[in-house]
């Protein structure tokens, strides 16, 4: 279980998160204008990424706002926390 | 290869059990293949046989970077059934099923392949519409399914609390009879042996590094043990499908989570089904020596740990007390994790990718296991011509792109 350093509240355990998947996915800005493939590439398509890997959380039993996380998806060690909107930070494992 | 029987074993206790033959041989790869199948899990392996079998080709190899059945194969809780909702689904897993029960006798080897009926269960109204609707749906495929009340809930699972005030009251379950459990290594080693008896290599502790690829053709992989050509290769590596593709060069509408099993202490026999809730996504069945094979739902962060987080066994526990007092008192000995590929749609994808002649089986899930044959004779014969079979035609990569999603999320009894 990870103990995941909320940027508003400080350290929580986990059950008080909800994570939502892959960060920095932007929305085509216009849908009509793109392909089937490119379409079900936002939609569906994801980095699943080994290794490092930029996630969103909510800290849904606590303050409910998102942001985002930079964890090792080998090692499970958290290594960046960071608000939305924010550059994914330089990390080293 | 001698052929298992009570004869051989006979045969064999006089010399103490001490002159049994390898069940297969450890090869060093040879430099080129026909197919080439990479991981050595059930699928892989299934793979390989029904190459051998059905379709007459054995300059195959199944290349596995650790050791055969140790990923998920051996860390599932072992439940064979097919009742799922929709006509795809539907087909391949009845297909599966078809196969495991002729599957000790095809592969000579005892699979322990267990009908002991599985009974999910519906604790509320809309669980018992769906549960209704995927009975009847089922029937309409021969597929045979029944509806249980709470009385023959309790007659079928008596250690099972279906008293109206309980926390998770049972209104009812769906019945399959001919769902039920198999030993998971032995349908590895099995699958392993019969096709290494059919001329297959078998090549354990090689990992692939990388894929050789000219003009968008496949044209073998870079491993840990060499370059291995092959002019068709097929990916079978469950939670670790997005790092392969990724070697390849396409991306997948697949994510890796962690999923979490335990069992407990073995006691006397006292329950002799597969009792799943969705609901709370809790799973149960006794071994033969008498533990608790009790599953998981998923944790929902991408994860290559083999780890899950302990709040799901706590969860998953506690709503099991409720269902079952008696398991109050009783210790769990062990829990682990596997990792599972899970699709938007929650069914797996069998069939091309964007590069020629490299195919890819994956995206079984939390359900792989019940899968095996069925995807190892799909997938074989897909391999074998180049083309998805009808079976796996559904099942493509391309249903993200064209929108025909097999949408098993919601529907299929599954605990996800």
Redesign the interface.
Known sequence: MFLIDCPYCGPRQQTEFHCHGEAHIARPKDPDAISDTEWADYLFNRSNTKGLFYERWVHNHGCRRWFNVARDTVSDRILAVYRMGEKPPKVTK | MAKYSVFSLARNALSYHENWQRAWRSPAPKPEYDILVIGGGGHGLATAHYLAKEHGINNVAVIEKSWLGGGNTGRNTTIVRSNYLWDESAAIYEHSLKLWEGLSQDLNFNIMFSPRGVMNLAHNLHDWRELNRRVHANRLHGIDSEILDAAQVKAEAPIFNVSPTSRYPIIGASMQRRGGTARHDAVAWGYARAADQRGVDIIQNCEVTGFVINNGKIEGVETTRGRINAKRVGVAVAG?S??LADMAGF??????NPLQALVSDPIKPVLDCVVMSSAVHVYVSQSDKGEFVIGAGS???????Q?G???IIEGIMGALCELVPMVSRMKMMRQWGGIVDVT?DRSPIVGKTPVEGLFINCGWGTGGFKGTPGSGHAFAATLAAGEPNDMAGPFSLDR???GFLIDEAGAAAVAH
């Open positions: 670790h997005s790092v991306r997948m509408p697949v994510e890796s944790d929902l962060h991408v994860s290559y740990s780890r987080s302990f709040d938007p993200f792109r064209t």
